[in-house]
């Protein structure tokens, strides 16, 4: 079945620092990837579609100049967390859906946040 | 305003019993998901259910979605310990983006 591959899957940063985030689709293509974040004990908040060879589609509220993604091929799409502070430690998880494969998403494994 | 609406947000049961999680929207979904979370990691893809009335089996879980395609249920039999974790329901509208219920996060005691 379709996988998603995400890491690291969790990382620790200094207040100021930036952050990459990778998600790979490991046997699909993928023209579409989104981007999420899972506070503790919370459901999953829907930050930005990622389109793969044009910009991401932010939600709203959501600051693209913090939160800049990348999506240059058709298996990899990148978070980087700008400038992070403590109120960007969160658990965030990437998705994809294989063309041809139903309605369901496969997700990455997320990637845990501290910035300290 | 929250799409998707789950209740209830917290269970906790006896090995043995029976549970239903409810997922009810006054919006019409092209089609809605149930994903299980276990803590740290991403969330799996248990069903999609796609057509108004259909019911889905996966062992003790049955999955129903309801004639309007506005809402879901999941409901699981003699609940055993291996099913504590988040469930979570996600509706999709035609080529928007998944939109998440807040959860549902169950334990079940031995």
């Known amino acids: 079945g379709a996988v998603v591959s995400q890491h690291p899957s969790w990382v620790i940063c200094k207040s100021g620092t930036s952050v990459k985030i990778e998600c790979r689709s490991l046997?699909?293509?993928?023209?579409?990837m989104f981007w999420y974040r899972q506070f503790p004990k919370q459901s999953l908040m829907l930050m930005a579609t990622s389109n793969e060879g044009s910009k991401a589609t932010y939600e709203q509220g959501v600051e693209k100049d913090k939160f800049l993604i990348n999506h240059a091929s058709l298996t990899l799409s990148t978070l980087t967390v700008t400038s992070a502070h403590p109120e960007d430690s969160s658990f965030y998880i990437c998705s994809a859906r294989e063309a041809g494969r139903g309605y369901g998403y496969t997700f990455g494994s997320g990637t845990r946040l501290t910035v300290v | 305003t929250q799409l998707l609406e789950q209740s209830p947000q917290f269970l906790s049961i006896q090995e043995g019993e029976n549970l239903t999680v409810y997922c009810n929207s006054s919006s019409v979904f092209s089609s809605l998901q149930w994903y299980r979370q276990e803590p740290g990691e991403g969330p799996v893809l248990l069903v999609t259910v796609v057509t108004g009335g259909e019911v889905k089996k996966l062992k003790r879980l049955t999955f129903q979605f309801g004639d309007a395609r506005k809402d879901s249920s999941l409901h699981i039999t003699a609940a055993q310990p291996g099913d504590t974790g988040l469930y979570l329901c996600a509706g999709q509208r035609g080529n928007t983006p998944l939109v998440f219920g807040k959860g549902t996060r169950l334990s079940v005691i031995a």
């Open positions: 046997d699909f293509q993928a023209t579409t």
